[in-house]
T-cell receptor, first 114, second 112 residues
Framework: NAGVTQTPKFQVLKTGQSMTLQCAQD?????MSWYRQDPGMGLRLIHY???????DQGEVPNGYNVSRSTTEDFPLRLLSAAPSQTSVYFC?????????????FGPGTRLTVL | RKEVEQDPGPFNVPEGATVAFNCTYS??????FFWYRQDCRKEPKLLMS???SGNEDGRFTAQLNRASQYISLLIRDSKLSDSATYLC?????????????FGKGTMLLVSP
């Protein structure tokens, strides 16, 4: 049981490049979410999904897209990278509820945009 | 009042000390609360849930004061391994779905 996995662990992009951050979980969790963590800002919700085929925006969705074609996978796409998107990105999953069940986090992706 | 507010610290304490962190929240309808622990450059992990007045797990005690809208975390007999950032987490509703709001965290440094 690997839990929540994220790839890559580190990434450097140039401004304007696009890329996809991968997230997968093997716990059959319905709820998955993406957060970014910046110094002094705490964790901020980017997008979340309550099941396959259902996604919605969080508080900082601009510049990011998501899709949920399977229960296991929840990729985050950066459309045109900007230096303001330099951050640590965490994917999380929980069983049935996004607010009462334990959130299991992946190890994070450290992204630098030059 | 901000959704979730914590003193960022750092709290510097010697081994064996007792230390307490407070967290205030703005949504009076919140029913469940959490403390997550985050080690340096690692992912957050659940430390404790708080569903009623409080919860105790070994050296860790979480208290909830609904009237004043704050949650506290008490750590007794601090260990070096307790050095971490402690995140106060409160549920919220976003676009009709339940999600979580994370505080910015309180850093604890335990020294020998």
């Amino acid at each position: 049981n690997a839990g929540v996995t994220q790839t890559p662990k580190f990434q450097v992009l140039k401004t304007g490049q696009s890329m996809t951050l991968q997230c997968a979980q093997d716990m059959n969790h319905e709820y998955m979410s993406w957060y970014r963590q910046d110094p002094g800002m705490g964790l901020r919700l980017i997008h979340y999904s309550v099941g396959a085929g259902i996604t919605d925006q969080g508080e900082v969705p601009n510049g990011y897209n998501v899709s949920r074609s399977t229960t296991e996978d929840f990729p985050l796409r950066l459309l045109s990278a900007a230096p303001s998107q330099t951050s640590v990105y965490f994917c999380a999953s929980s069983g049935f509820s996004g607010s009462t069940d334990t959130q299991y986090f992946g190890p994070g992706t450290r992204l630098t945009v030059l | 009042r901000k959704e979730v507010e914590q003193d960022p610290g750092p709290f510097n304490v010697p081994e064996g000390a007792t230390v307490a962190f407070n967290c205030t929240y703005s949504n009076s309808a919140s029913q469940s609360f959490f403390w997550y622990r985050q080690d340096c450059r690692k992912e957050p992990k659940l430390l404790m849930s708080v569903y009623s007045s409080g919860n105790e797990d070994g050296r860790f005690t979480a208290q909830l004061n609904r009237a004043s809208q704050y949650i506290s975390l008490l750590i007794r007999d601090s260990k070096l391994s307790d050095s971490a950032t402690y995140l106060c987490v409160v549920p919220r509703t976003w676009s009709g779905y339940s999600t979580l709001t994370f505080g910015k965290g309180t850093m604890l440094l335990v020294s020998p």
